[in-house]
Each structure stands twice: as C-alpha cells, then as structure tokens.
Nanobody, 125 residues
C-alpha cells in the first residue's frame, strides 16, 4: 500500500501561483510513477500532469503547458506541482496519484493504483 497526502492548496487571486506537494509513505517511492489530477464541481476528474519514477520524463495537460511544472524529490518521497498564472477555471480539488514504475500512459486514470484525498485550489477572479 502507498499512502498519499496532498498539501499546498488554498485561495489565490487570478494570476497568482501555488505549489502543491504530495508526500508518499508505505512503500519505496521509486517504485512508482506519479501524477496530478483535478476535479471541478460537476465535472469529471481530469489529468493535469504526470512524472516517471526517476523524474526523467514528464507529461502535461496540453492546455496547461507553460503554466505548470511537475517534479519529484525521491529522497523526500514527495511530488510537487508548481502552478503559475492561475485562472478561475483552475479551481478544483487536486489529487495526487501513484502508478507502477513501468506505467507509460500517465495521462490515463486507470494506470494509477493509489490516490490521495485531494487538496482544494480556489482561484478568485
């Protein structure tokens, strides 16, 4: 089992920045790729960003490229999501997820085995 705990969400003005963190525990973190998803009220959970177990490969939601960066520090068992130039439409609950290290289609929900509880991000206009 892997436990994931997100933090760093909050209320921010449009144009501002937030850095989300996800701390993993329970198993060796380098055995897992990781990703961030989000879910706005009344909408499906959608992919935001993914990162390979080593951090050497990343993938992003196309419409958010240039504004977000996913990274990880395996020594700290932590994955980060840096979000800049936030927009009101970025308002959602953001979830961290872990997938087996060999997973390749990190933009797909079904490859992830473990999920955190989520952290709320609210962007005010």
């Amino acid at each position: 089992q892997v436990q994931l705990v997100e933090s760093g969400g909050g209320l921010v003005q449009a144009g501002g920045s937030l850095r989300l963190s996800c701390v993993a525990s329970g198993r060796t973190f380098t055995n897992y790729a990781a990703g961030w998803f989000r879910q706005a009220p009344g909408k499906e959970r959608e992919f935001v960003a993914g990162i390979s177990w080593s951090g050497g490969s990343t993938v992003y939601k196309e419409s958010m490229k240039g504004r977000i960066t996913i990274s990880r520090d395996n020594a700290k068992n932590t994955v980060y999501l840096q979000m800049n130039r936030l927009k009101p439409e970025d308002t959602a609950v953001y979830y961290c997820a872990a997938a087996p290290a060999g997973a390749t289609m990190l933009n797909l929900r079904y490859v992830y085995n473990y999920w955190g509880q989520g952290t709320q991000v609210t962007v005010a206009s």
